[in-house]
């Protein structure tokens, strides 16, 4: 794999940025949820709760892919 200047390669570096996204993002999906909550819709609430496990789901994958790549040698000299 091609390492860019940060010193990882374009994949690792793609999942980095997403598991980052999808943890900023679920964390700011608690205040969705409390808002709507407040405005008395708890449909809307669910549906911010769902939104939320998914990008949790997805920062876990990320996760994952990232200590297999770390592990083979192809993710560049930042995470080996």
Not at 39 to 67: K, N, P, Y
Not at 69 to 75: A, F, I, Q, T
Request: charged share 25%; glycine share 10%; hydrophobic share 30%.
């Amino acid at each position: 794999m091609a390492t860019g200047e940060t010193g990882f390669d374009d994949v690792s570096f793609d999942l980095i940025s997403l598991q980052y996204h999808s943890l900023k993002a679920g964390h700011d999906y608690g205040q969705y949820v409390r808002d709507a909550r407040n405005a008395g819709r708890e449909d809307i609430a669910t549906f911010f709760e769902q939104v939320m496990a998914q990008d949790s789901e997805r920062a876990q994958r990320c996760h994952e892919f990232l200590r297999e790549l770390s592990g083979s040698g192809d993710s560049g000299p930042a995470l080996t």
